[in-house]
């Protein structure tokens, strides 16, 4: 099963008449080039479930420039970097153009193994 079916049933399995009117799931692209996702974690079963932040390339700087809510700064690491962690209560996902399936994929392993 591909991680955007996947990412389909975790997200219907959200919707209860609530939770998809003040929370969701957003996919969109940075300038630095990259991709950016952000996933509401408030109501599900995942709001108090720890992740250890993974990194690649991604150093304290773009840290913190994420953790303020921006998006982080372009990376000269020849373009391969990547970071996913947890931030009040959502899944934060960021890194170059071709990390977009890492990502989802790193979202769906840690979300599954409850």
Not at 44 to 50: A, G, I, V, Y
Not at 88 to 112: M, R, S, Y
Request: charged share 25%; with cysteine.
């Amino acid at each position: 099963m591909n991680e955007i079916t996947r990412l389909q049933e975790w997200y219907a399995t959200q919707c209860n008449g609530e939770w998809e009117h003040r929370c969701g799931i957003s996919i969109t692209s940075c300038d630095n080039p990259g991709w950016w996702l952000k996933i509401d974690l408030a109501g599900t079963s995942l709001e108090t479930k720890s992740l250890a932040p993974v990194a690649r390339h991604v150093d304290p700087g773009q840290l913190a420039r994420i953790a303020g809510g921006l998006e982080p700064d372009r990376c000269d690491r020849g373009g391969d970097w990547m970071l996913c962690e947890i931030k009040n209560k959502v899944f934060e996902g960021a890194g170059d153009p071709e990390k977009l399936q890492t990502i989802l994929e790193t979202f769906l392993n840690w979300a599954i193994h409850e």
